[in-house]
């Protein structure tokens, strides 16, 4: 009964307080505003440090299996356990020293300092970073 009353209350919130389980709280919003951004500026949207995180953006952005088959890329085709480098607008970047300039940036917020100079937006664990 416990686990029941707490995993439908409190038991998100309290994880996306860590955001190494937050489930990615916050995502769907930081997606939401870099597509508005890059619908403003057709800048290429990069998502930083989150090697797996291309489902959740294929879902949430509601993407063609056919743009997305046209599209992507792999940093390591073949494998078991593919990753994406690229699809459409968005690239998924694993370190810093990656970043290309001006463009449109998502990141969980432990790494805002990477974009001090930029304008960024706070979607509960991530960042959307622009200079816009």
């Known amino acids: 009964m416990f686990f029941t009353h707490n995993y439908f209350t409190n ?3 309290k994880l996306a307080q860590n955001y190494l389980f937050s489930f990615s709280y916050g995502i769907k919003d930081a997606l939401q505003k870099a597509e508005e951004l890059h619908h403003k500026t057709n800048k290429s949207i990069y998502i ?3 090697p797996y995180i291309y489902p959740k953006v294929l879902f949430l952005n509601k993407i ?3 743009l997305y088959q046209k599209t ?5 085709y ?3 356990f593919m990753q994406a480098k690229s ?4 690239h998924f970047i694993n370190t810093s020293s ?3 300039d001006n463009q449109i940036y998502i990141t969980h917020t432990n790494q805002k300092d990477l974009f001090n100079t930029y304008i960024t937006f706070i979607y509960g664990n991530y960042i959307v970073a622009t200079k816009e």
């Open 11 to 13: 038991y998100n919130q």
């Open 48 to 50: 930083l440090g989150e």
């Open 98 to 100: 990656e970043i290309p």
């Open 72 to 76: 992507v890329t792999w940093y390591n």
């Open 64 to 66: 063609s299996p056919y």
């Open 78 to 80: 073949p494998s078991t």
């Open 87 to 90: 699809f459409t607008h968005y």
